[in-house]
């Protein structure tokens, strides 16, 4: 593989400094390589895949009367004045001139030698961002700049590409080395001509000399939104990768030697939890259970993914489901990603399944050394058969003896490798059935991409007899009204969450914010216990006040979302959210989960700043009018881009860089069946192209 020259850092620094972005005194960058693995660039193939994100048009020059603001031009004009201004910081302001008219130029970082560029009388080629200037010229700020001289006159004959960098990487570096990585790859077309043609796609080779060099004249609006035909054959042929390589991770799993876990004949746990309950299942969750169920009695490992809105019953359907594992001589484990949530499940699932006889062990790390080492020896022998705990489930030093079913709940809180960690860690050598639980509903093109590899079952109905909760939107001048309506819920017995958001980059400014609003809550609200709980607690505190909060020993509890998973009160009436359009819209359908689990009326009320931008607006709207959390989600994946909404995390899918789930519904609808018949076809080839856009960047090739 041909790699950067030897002396490139120092170079790329060097030109980093002309090209304007300011490295922090002091400061060492890293070596080039790991700068560059970190942009997922290792390969020759990397390179070659490494996409522009957007084009300059340095082909044309307009008249500085033709510029239009909000638009990116070149322009070509003389240095009529440039001067220092001291303003917050210190500004290098520049007057350029052609035969039509004058534009400004601001600079708030500049260079000594930048100075020099746009001294009066130069001519100078400037391309960037056109805006209004507060005295009416038309401005750019942080324009490249380009000194106009005999040889450099000669315009470019191609759009230039502009491409993800990190820091200290330049542009003209990463151009000449895509350009050899490109020479030096072999651009033969591995995806069959069949699968191309209903789409009438481009060769690769010719996709990618055109993507990174488009022509003079091309359709630069069509580039710019990714729209072309070359665009598209990279859009698919990465869909295609993504579902070959999602596709086999599964084939090798289902594989994979597991217990078939078909229960007790009769009279077994499961059986009796189902006849304990205070309920009977909604015939949604009886539906997925039939569907686990089918899935643990194969000798391959289940790999199935619960859904369901906060509140419609996942973790009974887990129970069930563990007390099935026991039922066929194996150990069940849960494993909840945070202390406080694994702790409601704890106490749910000691409640329900203790009166049957079946002890329920807790593991997490905050137990003490002595305690811990004890409940890892009674899963090493087998003598612990339901497991319940944090990541403390999956550290080395616990080995189960025989675990037949992993529940993770919250999936996509974990990463793919704990999860996959969980499943293995088994003495008998058998692969865990893996179910892991989530309350964020994955719309269908999502799904169809990201969990390509899993099965899903959806829990689409709630429990019946819940109250429906209601939702008001109210600004924050409006607060003293919401201290009223806390005080009558209060006054009734009821229970209230007040939640703050998290300041990000900034704990201090988060835990001054929450304290605050407890302080005056507690001064507000004469006789009423408030309890106050965040992220800068520990564990044991933390647990301590959630406890008495649920135990009813607390009226009011203030908290940053450490609340925002799992917990259920059902006296609890009342939500505030406050800054609500802070907060991801998923986010605020889980917390207004929280209330409405009992039968009194309850409330969620989202306070927001009057100053609010139209997304903010938006997303309270949204969530003001509906209760459906697959809708919210829907909406949520449209405001923040499917990079967001599903996290780094979530899936273990390789992130899609190009194709977008939704625009391209129709290509990754295509990529599904043909990722499936090319597999069938010519298994080696299909994983070669695959390869060529993930390799080394996967778990889950070997999942
Ligand atoms: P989630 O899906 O949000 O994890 P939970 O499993 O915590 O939901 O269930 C919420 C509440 O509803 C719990 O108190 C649970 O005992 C109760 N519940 C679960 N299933 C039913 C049902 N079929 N009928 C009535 N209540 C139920
Ligand atoms: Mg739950």
Partial sequence: MASGPSSAPARAAAVNRRSGSLPKKGEKLAPLAERLARL?????????????????????????????????????????????????????????????????????????????????????????????????????????????????????????PVYPAGEGITQTWLRKRIDRAILDVDLVDLVPPSFLEPFALPSLAQSIRELHHPAPGADFDAY????????????????????????????????????????????????????????????????????????????????????????????????????????????AALMAPTELLAEQHFQKLKSWVEPLGVEVLWLSGSLKPRDKAERQERIRSGQARLIVGTHALIQDAVQFANLGLAIVDEQHRFGVNQRLKMRCSSASGYMAHLLALSATPIPRTLAMSYLADIDVSVIDELPAGRTPVTTKVI??????????????????????????????????????AVTMRADALVEALPGARVGLVHGAMSAEDKNARMAAFAAGNMDVLVATTVIEVGVDVPNASVMVIEHAERFGLSQLHQLRGRVGRGSAKSFCILLFDPELS?????????????????????????????????????????????????????????????AASWLALDKQKALAHAARWFSGKTDYLDA
């Avoid at 805006?131 to 700049?145: D, I």
């Avoid at 005080?487 to 835990?511: F, H, M, T």
């Fill in 475 to 512: 600004s924050l001048e409006r607060l003293p009204d919401v201290v009223s309506a806390v005080r009558n819920a209060v006054g009734q017995g009821r229970q209230c969450y007040w939640v703050c958001p998290l300041i990000e980059d900034s704990q201090k400014a988060d835990l001054t």
């Fill in 614 to 674: 139209q997304t903010g607006r938006e997303r309270l709207r949204i969530i003001r009018q509906t209760t459906d959390g697959f809708e919210i989600a829907r909406e949520d994946l449209r405001l923040r881009g499917p990079g967001e909404f599903m996290g780094a995390r979530q899936s273990g899918a390789p992130a899609l860089r190009f194709a977008d789930v939704q625009t391209d519904a129709n290509l990754l609808d295509a990529a599904r069946s043909d």
């Fill in 224 to 331: 710019a939104e990714r729209r072309t035909p070359a665009w598209r054959r990279l859009k698919f042929d990465e869909l295609l990768a993504q579902q070959i390589a999602l596709r086999h991770g599964r084939s090798i799993r289902d594989q994979a030697s597991a217990l078939p876990l078909a229960g007790a004949p009769q009279g077994g746990l499961c059986e009796k939890l189902l006849a304990s309950l205070p309920f009977e299942l909604t015939g949604a969750q009886q539906r997925v259970l039939q569907e686990i169920f089918s899935d643990m009695n194969r000798p391959h490992p289940m790999h199935r993914l619960v859904q369901g809105d906060v509140g419609c019953g996942k973790t009974v359907v887990a129970a069930i489901a563990a007390m099935r594992a026991i039922d066929s001589g194996t150990q």
């Fill in 40 to 160: 997922g660039l290792v390969r020759d193939w990397d390179f070659v895949l490494h996409l522009p994100l957007r084009y300059e048009d340095e082909t044309r020059i307009t008249p500085i009367s033709e510029l239009r603001y909000g638009q990116t031009c070149q322009v070509e004009a003389t240095v009529v004045s440039s001067h220092l201004r001291q303003g917050a910081s210190m500004q290098l302001i520049a007057q350029v001139a052609d035969s039509s008219g004058t534009l400004q130029l601001r600079f708030i970082h500049f260079y000594p030698s930048q100075r020099k560029l746009l001294g009066p009388g130069q001519l100078v080629r400037c391309y960037g961002l056109v805006r209004q200037s507060f005295n009416g010229l038309p401005e750019m700020v942080h324009p490249k700049v380009k000194a106009c001289t005999g040889t450099s006159t000669e315009l470019s004959k191609t759009l230039t």
